[in-house]
């Protein structure tokens, strides 16, 4: 059973998943995660990959499968680059 540790405040890719867990093999890979609790974001975290359903508590330490951690890997990519988009819009 491969673990990877990722602190709360480092942003890793899709890309960093081992080649493993890209080949489907999720349940055999899982990840120690820390969900961030900031004075905006304070609910709970849904996350649903192929009918299984996870929810992750912010500010506990969880261990999550490849499949959950990589659907938050990328929806946390997209909040980044829509916050780029938007400031250079800004700046416009």
């Known amino acids: ?53 996870t929810k992750i508590q912010r500010g506990e330490p969880v261990t999550v499968s490849a499949a959950v951690y990589e659907v938050l890997m990328n929806s946390e990519k997209m909040d980044n680059l829509a916050i780029k988009r938007r400031a250079a819009l800004m700046t416009k």
């Open 1 to 53: 059973m491969a673990k990877k540790e990722v602190k709360e405040d480092e942003i890793v890719f899709v890309e960093d998943i081992p080649k493993a867990a890209k080949n489907g093999l999720y349940k055999e890979d899982f990840y120690n995660i820390t969900l961030p609790l900031t004075s905006e974001k304070q609910d709970d975290v849904t996350v649903s990959v192929n009918g299984e359903i």
